[in-house]
């Protein structure tokens, strides 16, 4: 089956800097890939996706981008601020009622 | 709105006393799911639901049950709970399109 690998687990940035989080996949036949944000006490939620038929995808200041023949993604944040701190997951998926297979996740602390 | 709900949301109970966790959404959604979080581990699915009355196992299907009567209700069922089942539990559903909603989750701690 399918196994998602990220990194790093841990990413501790400046406010203002940028934040890259990779992940990597083992099913060449994946073709969706979502990001999860998932805040201190709450639950995971969608912040950008992309499929393989799109190498990058951008909204506002995260952007995503997909490399198939390496079968990997990253998750970009630009200009970070504190309220971007959260625990990020990547997740896989190869078909349509597929299921997701998540990364084990990058805990972002954005410091002022 | 829309939105997918949980009960309950905290619970503490002992070793061996059976247990159930309501899963509930109100956007019609064939596909749902459950997850347990631990540190570490990321997300893994316990079992899934493609429809009523279909259901199979995730990657971490040992010691749960589940049962899908009804297309807007999915509850987690542990008949023995041990203590490697404290866990954060979260329940998602998903329609036709890709995105999958959460649960806002259920901290579950075995005695």
Redesign the interface.
Known sequence: ?ENVE?HP?TLSVQEGDSAVIKCTYSDSASN?F?WYKQELG?????II?IRSNVGEKKDQRIAVTLNKTAKHFSLHITETQPEDSAVY?CAARTDS?G??Q????TQVVVTP | EAQVTQNPRYLITVTGKKLTVTCSQNMNHE?M?W?RQDP??????IY?S?NVEVTDK??VPEGYKVSRKEKRNFPLILESPSPNQTSLY?CASRGTS???Y????TRLTVL
Request: proline letters at 8%; aromatic letters at 22%; zero cysteines.
């Open positions: 089956g990220q687990s969706y979502p709450k639950r995971p939620q969608l996706d997951f009622w299921k997701l998540f990364g084990a996740g | 596909y799911s997850y570490g581990l990321g997300l893994r699915q899934y493609m995730g990657d979260f890709d995105t999958q959460f649960g806002p989750g």
